[in-house]
C-alpha cells in the first residue's frame, strides 16, 4: 500500500479518468459522481474536516450515511444505490492499493419490501388501464396510446418507449426493437428486440387505421398493431378485454 494517504477527491478523479471512460455510460459517470461527491460532503462535516481521505471511511460513517439518507426522506431503494455505488468505488480503490480493506464490507444493503407485500400500492388495473387508453383515443393522442400499450402490456421501460423510432418499427417481421442511439443506451446496455405479443407466437400486423400520426409516423396507409395478452385480441372485436378504440379489429 503507498505510504502517502490518498485523498477522496484524488480517488475520485482517477476513477472517472481511468475507469469510467471504458466502463461506464454518461448518465452512470453524473450519477456515481453525485453519489460520490454528496458522500465526500457528509464524512468531511462528520469529520469537521476540509479534507477526506479514503482511510477516514469507516463501516460507522456509511451507516451514519444510510440513516441520514433515509431521515432526508430518500428511499430504502434510493440508499441501497447509495451504498452500491460506494461499495463499487472503495474496493477499487482497494483494488489499486490505496486501501487496506473496504469499509463497506460489513455494510448491510436495506431490506426492501417487495411489491407483493406492499398493501398500499397503487397498480392500475386492467379496467383502469383500458380508460386511460380510451380517453388517449378521444383525445387524439394516438401516439401516446401506441405508448401506453406498449408499456403496459409489454413492460417497457418509459425512457425506451420514448425513444423508440420509426426504424426501431419492423412491420415486416413484427418486432420493435430497442437499441442504444446517441448518449442513451438501455438500463441492460443490450439492445433487443421485442415480440409484442411477447410468447412469439403472433407478430405485430400491419392493419387500416384512421388518419392521424402515431408511433409509425404517418399513419394514412397502415399503423402499428400491437396485440395484447392483457387487453385481449385486437383482431376480435367481440373480446370483452380487446380495447374499442376502433383499430383493434377488422375495419
Not at 67 to 77: E, F, N, Q, T, V
Not at 85 to 114: I, S
Not at 181 to 199: A, L, M, Q, Y
Request: aromatic letters at 6%; charged letters at 30%; hydrophobic letters at 35%.
Amino acid at each position: 500500500m503507498d505510504s502517502i494517504r490518498k485523498g477522496w477527491r484524488e480517488g475520485t478523479s482517477c476513477l472517472f479518468a481511468e475507469y469510467s471512460p471504458l466502463h461506464h455510460t454518461p448518465k452512470t459517470v453524473r450519477m456515481t459522481r453525485t453519489i460520490l461527491d454528496d458522500f465526500e460532503a457528509f464524512a468531511k462535516a462528520s469529520l469537521k474536516s476540509q479534507e477526506l481521505f479514503l482511510d477516514s471511511v469507516t463501516r460507522e460513517m456509511i451507516e451514519a450515511y444510510q440513516r441520514i439518507r433515509l431521515a432526508s426522506g430518500k428511499s430504502k431503494s434510493t440508499v441501497n444505490v447509495d451504498v452500491r455505488h460506494l461499495r463499487a468505488f472503495l474496493r477499487w480503490c482497494q483494488g489499486k492499493g490505496w486501501l487496506l480493506e473496504d469499509p463497506t464490507k460489513r455494510v448491510k444493503l436495506l431490506r426492501v419490501v417487495r411489491r407483493e407485500e406492499e398493501s398500499d400500492l397503487l397498480v392500475l388495473t386492467v379496467e383502469e388501464v383500458k380508460t386511460v387508453y380510451d380517453e388517449l383515443i378521444r383525445r387524439g393522442d394516438l401516439l401516446v396510446a401506441d405508448l401506453v400499450k406498449l408499456i403496459a402490456n409489454q413492460g417497457f421501460r418509459i425512457n425506451e418507449a420514448l425513444r423508440l423510432r420509426a426504424r426501431d418499427v419492423d412491420l415486416n417481421t413484427g418486432f420493435v426493437y430497442v437499441r442504444s442511439w446517441g448518449n442513451w443506451t438501455p438500463k441492460d446496455k443490450d439492445s433487443r428486440k421485442v415480440n409484442p405479443e411477447g410468447d412469439g407466437s403472433r407478430r405485430a400486423e400491419h392493419v387500416p387505421a384512421p388518419e392521424g400520426r402515431g408511433l409509425c409516423g404517418q399513419r394514412a396507409e397502415g399503423q402499428l398493431e400491437v396485440p395484447s395478452p392483457h387487453l385481449g385480441d385486437p383482431q376480435s372485436r367481440a373480446s370483452p378485454r380487446a380495447c374499442p378504440d376502433g383499430r383493434d379489429g377488422a375495419q
